[in-house]
């Protein structure tokens, strides 16, 4: 490293011109490279310490390395040697055998969520056959009215599709959570006089919320209320 002034400036073959005037600081590696720079920097390479790079990527049609050192490096060598050591021992494998311990546990991860979507399939089913032997029938249309509270609503709709899927169903539903009640509607293909966006506003309107759809499905929502009040604006709905 040297100081010097503007009038020496023209004869150094800095990497990028320096944007400050009057006597500037110079690292220079002899034969390689040359900067005008204000910050940080050692006299040898040997005060920097321990290296340790964290990470190459390509930027700009160079590469662009992250890397920390000194006390830095000690304490990122020590929290992923902790890390390893531990993730190990939860294991009980040894580090070299850690990455095939985690492939097989997420073999073994996708075969019970593979086990759990065939479980909750049928689970599905079974339900919509109860809730299908228990529906009152109304002029030949079988009407499916339902509450739950603090379900799934991605599994009502599940449950609503398999329903659907059956002649002469009309389905009313609702979840109530803490603060809200949603609501569904739907028919089946075969019921074309009956919309589900006209009955699930019919049902809106004893709540006082909104919502809406298509002929055959139909969602809303409301403010949250007792489940005695959406199950008789439920019923009410269904009197078509």
Same mark, same amino acid.
């Given at each position: 490293?040297?100081?010097?002034?503007?009038?020496?400036?023209?004869?150094?073959?800095?990497?990028?011109?320096?944007?400050?005037?009057?006597?500037?600081?110079?690292?220079?590696?002899?034969?390689?490279?040359?900067?005008?720079?204000?910050?940080?920097?050692?006299?040898?390479?040997?005060?920097?310490?321990?290296?340790?790079?964290?990470?190459?990527?390509?930027?700009?049609?160079?590469?662009?390395?992250?890397?920390?050192?000194?006390?830095?490096?000690?304490?990122?060598?020590?929290?992923?040697?902790?890390?390893?050591?531990?993730?190990?021992?939860?294991?009980?494998?040894?580090?070299?055998?850690?990455?095939?311990?985690?492939? =097989?546990?997420?073999?073994?991860?996708?075969?019970?969520?593979?086990?759990? =979507?065939?479980?909750?399939?049928?689970?599905?089913?079974?339900?919509?056959?109860?809730?299908?032997?228990?529906?009152?029938?109304?002029?030949?249309?079988?009407?499916?009215?339902?509450?739950?509270?603090?379900?799934?609503?991605?599994?009502?709709?599940?449950?609503?599709?398999?329903? =659907?899927?059956?002649?002469?169903?009309?389905?009313?539903?609702?979840?109530?959570?803490?603060?809200?009640?949603?609501?569904?509607?739907?028919?089946?293909?075969?019921?074309?006089?009956?919309?589900?966006?006209?009955?699930?506003?019919?049902?809106?309107?004893?709540?006082?919320?909104?919502?809406?759809?298509?002929?055959?499905?139909?969602?809303?929502?409301?403010?949250?209320?007792?489940?005695?009040?959406?199950?008789?604006?439920?019923?009410?709905?269904?009197?078509?």
């Amino acid at each position: 490293m040297k100081i010097v002034g503007e009038d020496a400036i023209a004869t150094i073959p800095l990497r990028k011109p320096p944007t400050v005037k009057g006597e500037i600081r110079v690292v220079w590696v002899e034969g390689y490279d040359a900067s005008a720079c204000g910050g940080t920097h050692v006299g040898a390479t040997g005060e920097v310490g321990l290296i340790k790079v964290t990470s190459l990527e390509r930027y700009k049609g160079g590469v662009r390395v992250g890397f920390v050192c000194g006390g830095r490096a000690l304490r990122h060598y020590q929290t992923a040697l902790h890390t390893l050591q531990a993730a190990s021992l939860a294991l009980s494998v040894g580090p070299d055998d850690l990455v095939p311990a985690i492939a =097989r546990l997420e073999d073994e991860a996708k075969a019970l969520r593979r086990d759990v =979507r065939r479980l909750r399939e049928t689970v599905l089913d079974d339900e919509a056959g109860v809730l299908w032997t228990g529906a009152r029938v109304l002029d030949g249309v079988r009407v499916v009215v339902a509450h739950w509270a603090g379900r799934d609503f991605a599994e009502v709709r599940a449950l609503a599709g398999r329903l =659907r899927e059956r002649n002469s169903a009309l389905l009313l539903f609702a979840v109530t959570d803490e603060d809200a009640v949603r609501l569904l509607v739907a028919r089946s293909d075969d019921l074309e006089t009956l919309h589900a966006g006209a009955i699930l506003r019919s049902a809106l309107d004893d709540l006082g919320g909104r919502g809406g759809g298509s002929a055959t499905l139909a969602q809303g929502g409301t403010s949250a209320q007792s489940p005695d009040a959406v199950l008789a604006a439920l019923q009410r709905a269904a009197q078509v």
